[in-house]
Each structure stands twice: as C-alpha cells, then as structure tokens.
C-alpha cells in the first residue's frame, strides 16, 4: 500500500507555507533552467550571475556578487570563470582596492543576457508571472525581503 500524502489542511499553516516556498522555488528554477540551457546554452546559475551584472552600471566586485546571488562565493568564482572563457563577462583589478576584481557584462554578455532574459520572461509568464495578479507579485516581494533581511536569525 502506497503512503498517503499529507493535504494542505492537515499541515499548519507555517509548515504549508513553507514548503510551498520550497516546491515554488525548485519547481520553477528548474523549468528556467531547462528553457535557458536549451536555448542559450545557459545554466540558470550563470544566468543569475549576469542579471546581478547586468543590473549594474558599473562593474560589480566579485564579493558582491558571492553576496548577492544564492551561490556561495567558490560557485561565484566558477561562473565568472566559465562566463569569461565564453567572452561574457571581463575582470579587472577594482581600483578601490588592489586584492581585489571588479566583474563587467562584456558587450556580447549583454546581448546574450538581453535574449535570455527574454526566455526566462516567457518561461515563467504561464506558470507565475500571467497567474498572479500584480498584488501577489508585491506580497511575494514583500515577503521575500522580509526573509532576507533576517537570514542570519
């Protein structure tokens, strides 16, 4: 006899709540990752990277980055190595301060992350962005800020 799963009724409201965070956040990663993988060749890890950078006027000191994104600072240095063997991402020494590299969106970055981004958009529209109403999106936001500003709790 199979388990039987738990429905929403028989968790608390927290307990729900949370792993309906946790299931948002795989399921919907994993359906951008495979959109920008096939078409840009793109892990979604890469692609969040670019998005920080590409955010930026100027460019960006790798310990912001390892402090920005959800990869740890040794899988920031991975990408950014993998982004500049593919010409889409330079490093230069940070005039501000001399042990460190300052990381920039090469023209064909952005023109690859202009393409991609555009994928990602309509990737997510059918399953969250044309499902919520612009109230949800801000509440999530919220939310999300809430959680951030207290994850060392």
């Known amino acids: 006899m199979a388990p039987r799963k738990l429905t ?6 927290a307990d729900h709540a949370f792993y309906g965070l946790v299931w948002a956040g795989t399921v919907l990663t994993e359906r951008v990752d495979r959109a920008l993988s096939k078409a840009h060749d793109l892990p979604v ?14 460019p960006v000191p790798a310990s912001v980055l390892g402090n920005s994104t959800m990869l740890s600072r040794s899988q920031v240095s ?6 500049q063997g593919r010409g889409l991402v330079t490093r230069t020494p940070s005039p501000r301060d ?18 991609a981004d555009a994928t990602r958009r309509a990737c997510l529209a059918p399953a ?3 499902l919520l109403e612009p109230e949800d999106l801000e509440a999530l936001s919220t939310v ?7 994850k060392d709790a």
């Not at 929403?8 to 409201?13: G, I, R």
């Not at 890469?46 to 100027?58: C, I, K, N, T």
């Not at 991975?78 to 982004?83: A, E, G, H, K, T």
């Not at 590299?101 to 202009?114: D, S, Y």
């Open 8 to 13: 929403p009724a028989e968790m608390s409201v």
């Open 45 to 58: 890890s890469w692609f969040e990277v670019m998005l920080w950078l590409a955010s930026s006027p100027d």
């Open 78 to 83: 991975r990408v950014v190595d993998s982004l």
């Open 98 to 115: 001399a042990r460190s590299v300052e990381v920039a969106l090469t023209p064909e970055g952005h023109r690859l992350f202009k393409e």
């Open 128 to 130: 969250f962005t044309d």
């Open 144 to 150: 999300w800020n809430k959680l951030k500003a207290n």
